[in-house]
């Protein structure tokens, strides 16, 4: 396990984290680190996941609303699980 932190979540009520390092691989046991108060907790990586992309830090339904930086940042359009990749193939904006 590294020491540096792969996955960065602002908030505790946050479902979604970001990827910080280049080529993480499915089965990573990342280090995540909460930016509100610092503390750390430990999220298998179930998909490769690009650097600037999310991964659920929770089991997710289809139609829930996506929480990253304590903010609404869209809709479910599909069910996603713990430790996956989130993008726009399961993730969209409610703006349209």
């Known amino acids: 396990m590294s020491n540096i932190p792969q ?3 602002h908030d505790h009520e946050d479902n979604v984290g970001v990827v910080v390092v ?4 499915a089965g990573t046991d990342m280090l995540c680190v909460v ?11 179930e998909d490769d996941v690009p650097i600037g992309h999310k991964v659920a830090l929770k089991d997710i339904n289809e ?11 869209g809709k479910f359009v599909a069910s996603v699980k ?4 989130v993008h726009t193939h ?7």
């Not at 713990?82 to 990749?85: F, L, M, Q, R, S």
């Not at 399961?90 to 349209?96: D, E, M, Q, Y």
């Open 7 to 9: 996955l960065l979540v």
């Open 22 to 25: 280049e080529d993480l691989k």
């Open 35 to 45: 930016t509100h108060d610092n503390s750390t907790f430990n999220l298998k990586a």
């Open 63 to 73: 139609g829930d609303t996506a929480i990253k930086y304590g903010e609404d940042i």
């Open 82 to 85: 713990k430790g996956h990749h």
């Open 90 to 96: 399961n993730l969209k904006t409610k703006r349209w």
